[in-house]
């Protein structure tokens, strides 16, 4: 069985959260405060995060598709699997469609569509076709290039003395606040973690994983809430609403010694890097959802899979009907199974195991 480290799933996790998320400015119903927005629906994912690591730890060597047969049986556990894989899927689809807007935006304007869909698909299923073990040493090697590169643009932006903090000014209301964080940043990006219930079966370390995630959890947070501020306190909150890529946006800003300038050619290999985390990492886990049901090779089903993502990315007519699609069809399902169906797993585990002590106890009463 393929086995991933400690340092491979902590990177793992803060890239996969990280992924598309700087394509958007979250929480700007909350206008200057979308910071807050952002930390307030990271408190609120936290709640979840733990919520799936408790159910992780009640059979740690089983998949995510293993733990619905264990909390709901056979057959209804094989079908919930079967319409989770459908949902990862989906989102996994969300992003080669960004990959092709984003390309056809910043590099490549003439390139027709499809060609851009074909090479990010084929990239992606060669990458889940070697497996998860490849997949993390993959990561583990662009997180470094990812981090640094983070942070020069960071530098930039204050030796270009570009941020305004007082555009985070004034307060709006902590009411304001939590609704734009929740349900919206709660799901997007921080509920997102549930894929990694398919993953942490892939920890050599199985004490490590809670310690682990959490600490990535964390870590990301400080990355995402930041870089949040910093967008916000360059661009104010009328223009971070308006802008289709707002990161880009404000590194196109950046110009020192007359020289330096034009650097949005980073943040696109960035957005690059964390689509295609975000897109093999949903993949894998809708392989993993649906390979032990089907009970087909790994390579058959990966392919399969991938087929049906390309496939899938025509049927929306343009980036408008995927937007509504993404935000009117897709939010429920993420509300479904990144919250309600955890918590009833929560809910049976938490019986089986009273019931359990409970056997105990008249056992030892009867001894």
């Known amino acids: 069985?393929?086995?991933?480290?400690?340092?491979?799933?902590?990177?793992?996790?803060?890239?996969?959260?990280?992924?598309?998320?700087?394509?958007?400015?979250?929480?700007?119903?909350?206008r200057q405060n979308a910071p807050l927005a952002m930390l307030v629906g990271s408190a609120a994912g936290l709640l979840l995060a733990g919520m799936y690591l408790w159910l992780y730890r009640?059979?740690?060597?089983?998949?995510?598709?293993?733990?619905?047969?264990?909390?709901?049986?056979?057959?209804?556990?094989?079908?919930?699997?079967?319409?989770?894989?459908?949902?990862?899927?989906?989102?996994?689809?969300?992003?080669?469609?960004?990959?092709?807007?984003?390309?056809?935006?910043?590099?490549?304007?003439?390139?027709?569509?499809?060609?851009?869909?074909?090479?990010?698909?084929?990239?992606?299923?060669?990458?889940?076709?070697?497996?998860?073990e490849v997949l993390f040493r993959v990561i583990e090697l662009l997180f470094p290039l990812t981090l640094a590169s983070y942070l020069l643009i960071a530098a930039m932006l204050y030796l270009n003395k570009l941020p305004d903090w007082h555009l985070l000014m004034p307060f709006v209301g902590f009411d304001t606040i939590v609704r734009a964080a929740i349900p919206q940043i709660m799901v997007f990006p921080f509920g997102q973690i549930i894929t990694f219930l398919a993953i942490w079966q892939f920890a050599n370390e199985t004490c490590k994983v809670t310690r682990t995630t959490l600490l990535a959890y964390m870590t990301v947070t400080v990355m995402l809430v930041y870089g949040n501020a910093v967008i916000m306190s360059v661009l104010g909150p009328q223009m971070s609403s308006g802008t289709f890529v707002p990161l880009l946006e404000v590194v196109q800003l950046i110009q020192l010694g007359g020289f330096i300038e034009r650097l949005d050619i980073i943040v696109t290999l960035l957005l690059f890097f964390g689509l295609y985390v975000k897109l093999s990492v949903l993949y894998m886990a809708t392989v993993l959802l649906i390979q032990p049901v089907l009970r087909c090779s790994w390579k058959a089903c990966a392919w399969?899979?991938?087929?049906?993502?390309?496939?899938?990315?025509?049927?929306?007519?343009?980036?408008?009907?995927?937007?509504?699609?993404?935000?009117?069809?897709?939010?429920?399902?993420?509300?479904?199974?990144?919250?309600?169906?955890?918590?009833?797993?929560?809910?049976?585990?938490?019986?089986?195991?009273?019931?359990?002590?409970?056997?105990?106890?008249?056992?030892?009463?009867?001894?």
């Open 1 to 30: 069985m393929q086995r991933i480290g400690t340092h491979q799933l902590y990177v793992g996790i803060i890239m996969f959260i990280l992924g598309n998320t700087p394509l958007y400015e979250l929480g700007v119903k909350a």
């Open 58 to 132: 009640r059979a740690p060597e089983a998949g995510l598709t293993e733990l619905y047969r264990l909390h709901f049986g056979m057959w209804l556990g094989s079908a919930i699997a079967l319409m989770h894989a459908t949902e990862q899927g989906y989102e996994a689809m969300n992003q080669i469609w960004n990959y092709a807007d984003l390309t056809s935006l910043t590099l490549l304007g003439s390139a027709p569509a499809w060609l851009i869909k074909l090479i990010a698909c084929l990239l992606s299923t060669y990458t889940v076709i070697k497996g998860v």
């Open 304 to 367: 399969g899979v991938g087929g049906l993502l390309f496939a899938a990315t025509f049927v929306e007519r343009n980036y408008a009907v995927h937007i509504w699609n993404a935000v009117h069809i897709l939010m429920p399902y993420n509300f479904v199974f990144e919250m309600a169906i955890p918590a009833v797993m929560l809910v049976i585990g938490a019986r089986r195991v009273a019931r359990k002590a409970a056997m105990n106890r008249t056992a030892l009463q009867t001894k």
